[in-house]
Structure formats: C-alpha cells, structure tokens
C-alpha cells in the first residue's frame, strides 16, 4: 500500500463504523484505533461462519 492509502484508511474504516479514531495524547502524529462494537459483532458472526464451514468440510 502506498502512503496516501494507509492514510486514509483509518478514516474509511471510521465510516464504516468498524473503529472508533482518537488522537494520541503522546503523540500528535499519531492517531489510536479502537474496535467498535459493530466489528466486535461481524468478527464473532465471521468466525462462527468459518468454523461452521471447517467442521463441515472435515466431516465428510
């Protein structure tokens, strides 16, 4: 990834409501990322879904 699009992924990622964005108070520079409850949510759902698919490949 170029710089341009590292950049702004933190915003598209806030949009999407998956994290939540606040300013580091260390570092000016510097932004944090916290997961939001929305992504909490979809990770849960996806890995659920991913170990449904394994066991079911496995049992065959």
Do not use: C, G
């Amino acid at each position: 990834m170029d710089r341009s699009s590292v950049s702004r992924l933190p915003k598209q990622l806030e949009n999407l409501s998956y994290v939540k964005r606040e300013d580091s108070p260390k570092d000016r520079r510097a932004i944090l990322l916290t997961l939001t409850e929305v992504k909490f949510h979809l990770h849960k759902t996806i890995n659920f879904v991913s170990i449904t698919d394994e066991r079911s490949l496995i049992s065959r």
